[in-house]
């Protein structure tokens, strides 16, 4: 079975930083471009971050570019989302998703990736 889990989310205070994790089970992300969204209460899901299935380009939303880093390990079948600099606005549920292309490109919309994890939640605040 085809399967993606987030973790790291947490409560976390103003300026702090999180590592979320995507790990996959079922399949092997060597293929895989990986996405990383976002959904706050009342608000649409908005890409975040993609990386490629070499890792080679990445991508990030206006709002979090120079904040976050995506990156992944292939030997891991695992994903990473450094997040510093944490706000309040950052506050959301996080998801990643796999598409089966190689390459990453942003804008980034939900349709347009194959699966999902469940999510987790990260809350920024004092």
């Known amino acids: 079975q085809l399967q993606l889990v987030e973790s790291g989310g947490g409560l976390v205070q103003p300026g702090g930083s999180l590592r979320l994790s995507c790990a996959a089970s079922?399949?092997?992300?060597?293929?895989?471009?990986i996405g990383w969204f976002r959904q706050a209460p009342g608000k649409e899901r908005e890409g975040v971050s993609c990386?490629?299935?070499?890792?080679?380009?990445?991508n990030y939303a206006d709002s979090v570019k120079g904040r976050f880093t995506i990156s992944r390990d292939n030997a891991k079948n695992t994903v990473y989302l450094q997040m510093n600099s944490l706000k309040p606005e950052d506050t959301a549920v996080y998801y990643c998703a796999a598409r089966v292309v190689t390459t990453c490109p942003f804008p980034q919309y939900s349709y347009e990736y194959d699966y999902w994890g469940q999510g987790t939640q990260v809350t920024v605040s004092s």
């Open positions: 990386i490629s299935s070499s890792g080679g380009s990445t």
């Open positions: 079922g399949f092997t992300l060597d293929y895989y471009a």
